[in-house]
């Protein structure tokens, strides 16, 4: 997805996945329209409990959206989205290396010596 003088676009893989997880009704022109949308998705998934997993649904719509500073934040992240299935949260990059079975990262590297 790319945003040049205040308008979205988006490839047609981005534009059809972005509209199976918001369930969108139309391409979003702004990313005003896409927060809005993403809202939008966020309570129906909320409401009609989504495959029973409503909640999952929603943080996802929810993550999607522009941050403060306008930072991109789509196409959805599919290996945290796994982590919030499971757990029910947001990971941090240490759960998410933990989750996936990758080592965790190596602390400062000092040793005691006596």
Known sequence: MIVSNGRLSM???EWL???QITR??????TP??????CEL???HHRVENTDGEGWSHEMACEDMK????????????????????VHGTWPT????REFEGQPKTAGP??????
């Open 11 to 13: 490839s047609q893989d």
């Open 109 to 114: 590297g000092l040793t005691v010596v006596r």
């Open 66 to 85: 522009f941050g403060p500073d306008g930072q991109i934040n789509f196409p959805a992240d599919q290996r945290r989205l796994a982590y919030v299935k």
């Open 24 to 29: 969108a009704p139309w391409q979003p022109r």
């Open 41 to 43: 998705g966020a309570a």
């Open 17 to 19: 996945q972005f509209q």
């Open 32 to 37: 005003r329209e896409f927060n809005a949308m």
């Open 93 to 96: 990059d240490e759960q998410l």
